[in-house]
């Protein structure tokens, strides 16, 4: 633990202007970033008397061991620079919101030729329209079915269109009205684009202008006797009603707003955000997260504003954000997302009518997310506790083991050889942390050795990065700087758990013995009885089969097993699929496919000469070579073979066969 006396900054060396400083810890990594309009009167609050701090700040600043700073012209530049370095260095002391749950949103793909209506989890793509999110893909499904009647939009797959456009037959969807059918040809990509439009239209709450229009060809089609044709847009109208009223109308029309809520308590808060566009809800959101630094409301209201808009831009940020307390930079912020949207952004806190009725609302839910969540923690966390307590008990640790890596080998008869390396944190998955290993040291299948080896990389990586810290020392004392991200593999773990009996266990002992690593707990968990086995232990320890401890390794075994597996498949399947493109080197995918598009298959590639290869975009005459050659020394693939009648096909006819049956092959 430091002393903050042992590094604040000398008297008049902060300077008395907006800036953004970051604290570091004895290993230099970044723990906690902050901004200041002055960054001299920020500085010496965390250097005051210790005991007059916050319990939260008193453990960052005890846990820090330097500090530093950058000045910036505003605060608005402030408020960029810090959240890109929250972005960059992850520190363990800032606030971050995680999800949840992985809300799915209504996308429409306007940066494909034609394209598509689908539901969509994940980060957002340019170029792709997002309504949403929502709180289930079925309320998204139900929504689409009823609009794909007036707005025929396409909502299939690659592969499916593709499929479509080759035999000259739609789907289903396409015989039924409910697609406009592209892939044939029904329509123009230009009519296809405008129908895709309106689909964003109306969905963007531009719904009044659309439904008057179609009432008065409706009337216009009833006054020309035309009732089949009026009858049709009598049940458009009626299935666009239907969609509109899925979604009530909360706040005045062509009201765009987003209501942020929060519920806290002393540990942990729930924030909750209605999207609200063209006066209906379209979308709701919520995060939860531990308070690890002194936070109050009105903090907790601008880190949500910043992981909600710092990847927005235009529409995607609203023209109103209505908030339970305005932070203290408001003016900045305000700034800040009239910068993200293009165009100005009111930031304030509702006061009366329907939004304040409506904040009300949001407020409720978040109250009943934070309840929610702490019911699921609680049961959680009583549950891990034990676990872990078990396996310290059973393995003679001398602590809980906090953070827990797990190795497993995975190869298909001595091939393919391959090794994962799980993460539980507390009890919990760490997938940010997962690593996939390749065993490079021999050929052949050798479960005990390919062991040592991953053990011995993963823990040699662990040493160099302790090197560059300063942590270990080296004989020539030289410590290169430190940029403050984390590291791969920068932390150790308490315990390492290797799928496997006592052959394992050994392997895995033996490599960190060799490292000088003796800190560090081994043991294997076999998978016929389930037993434990320790290094230099002739019989296993046996833990009850209702041992939570038990189940918990069981739990961390059966993840290595599924990562390992799932690469080394990855893996094969790469192999398997590979031709002899694949073999070219610096032949990249862009102009392999380009190459196949051109000749229609390697067979045909492979008679064409250097100066017709030249032909093909990107392709100068020393890559033409280089592909030449490569294909005069592969083994050609032989003839396609009709298995129905056993004729052999003519080259010509069967050109697109050919391309894929080529690039399955392997070399």
Not at 103 to 131: C, D, H, I, W
Not at 144 to 169: E, H, N, W, Y
Not at 504 to 523: F, M, P, S, T, Y
């Amino acid at each position: 633990m430091a002393d903050p006396s042992s590094y604040r900054p000398e008297p008049g060396q902060v300077p008395d202007s907006p800036g953004v400083y970051k604290f570091r810890d004895e290993h230099r990594r970044v723990i906690y970033v902050g901004k200041a309009k002055s960054l001299r009167q920020r500085l010496a609050n965390y250097f005051q008397d210790i005991a007059g701090l916050h319990p939260r700040t008193a453990t960052m600043v005890t846990t820090a061991a330097s500090v530093e700073w950058t000045v910036v012209s505003t605060e608005v530049e402030a408020l960029q620079l810090e959240y890109s370095w929250i972005k960059e260095f992850d520190p363990r002391f800032n606030v971050k919101y995680r999800d949840d749950k992985s809300y799915p949103s209504l996308a429409v793909t306007m940066n494909e030729e034609y394209p598509r209506v689908q539901v969509m989890r994940g980060p957002k793509k340019k170029g792709v329209r997002y309504f949403g999110p929502y709180g289930h893909a079925w309320a998204i499904r139900e929504t689409v079915d009823l609009m794909l009647r007036v707005f025929p939009v396409r909502t299939c797959s690659a592969g499916v269109f593709k499929r479509s456009a080759q035999i000259g037959r739609p789907c289903l969807l396409g015989y039924i009205g409910k697609c406009s059918a592209p892939c044939v040809g029904r329509v123009t990509p230009e009519e296809h684009r405008e129908l895709a439009e309106d689909f964003c239209d109306f969905m963007a709450g531009r719904t009044g202008t659309y439904l008057s229009r179609l009432e008065k060809q409706m009337h216009e089609a009833a006054e020309e006797m035309e009732y089949e044709k009026a009858a049709r847009l009598r049940d458009d109208i009626g299935a666009l009603r239907r969609a509109m009223e899925k979604n009530a109308v909360v706040l005045a029309d062509a009201t765009d707003a987003d209501l942020i809520a929060v519920a806290e308590d002393e540990l942990e808060a729930a924030v909750q955000i209605f999207h609200v566009r063209g006066g209906r809800v379209r979308g709701q959101r919520g995060w939860v997260t531990d308070k690890v630094e002194a936070v109050d409301t009105a903090g907790l209201v601008e880190h949500a504003l910043q992981q909600l808009y710092g990847e927005e831009k235009g529409e995607a940020v609203p023209k109103e954000v209505l908030v339970p307390a305005l932070p203290e930079d408001a003016p900045a912020l305000g700034q800040w997302l009239a910068g993200r949207r293009g165009s100005g952004v009111s930031l304030r806190i509702p006061q009366r009518g329907d939004k304040k009725a409506l904040m009300e609302t949001v407020h409720r839910n978040a109250l009943q997310s934070l309840a929610l969540h702490k019911t699921k923690r609680a049961s959680d966390l009583t549950t891990r506790s034990r676990a872990l307590e078990e396996i310290a008990d059973a393995l003679e640790l001398d602590g809980a083991p906090l953070r827990i890596e797990c190795f497993d080998i995975s190869h298909l008869q001595g091939d393919d050889v391959v090794a994962s390396m799980v993460v539980f944190e507390d009890g919990l998955a760490r997938k940010s942390e997962y690593r996939r290993f390749q065993v490079k040291g021999f050929e052949g299948q050798d479960d005990v050795r390919s062991m040592h080896e991953v053990v011995s990389r993963r823990f040699r990586r662990y040493l160099q990065e302790k090197l560059k810290t300063g942590e270990w020392d080296a004989e020539d004392g030289e410590v290169p700087e430190d940029d403050g991200r984390p590291k791969r593999f920068a932390y150790p773990p308490q315990l390492v758990v290797v799928d496997g009996g006592q052959p394992q266990v050994a392997a895995a002992k033996r490599a960190l013995e060799e490292l000088g690593i003796d800190d560090v707990a081994v043991c294997g968990l076999a998978k016929r009885l389930e037993e434990v086995w320790l290094p230099g232990e002739d019989d296993p320890v046996v833990l009850p089969r209702t041992s939570e401890g038990l189940y918990l390794l069981q739990r961390v075994r059966d993840e290595a097993h599924r990562f390992a597996i799932q690469y080394q498949r990855n893996k094969r399947g790469k192999r398997l699929k590979a031709g002899p493109l694949d073999e070219v080197p610096g032949l990249g995918e862009s102009r392999k496919v380009a190459l196949l598009k051109h000749f229609g298959s390697v067979k045909k590639l492979r008679q064409a000469t250097i100066d017709q290869i030249c032909e093909v975009p990107g392709i100068g005459r020393k890559t033409a070579e280089t592909v030449a050659a490569a294909l005069a020394g592969a083994v050609p693939a032989g003839p396609a073979v009709n298995t129905a009648t056993g004729e052999i096909i003519e080259d010509e006819a069967s050109a697109p066969a050919e391309t894929s049956s080529e690039r399955g092959t392997a070399p």
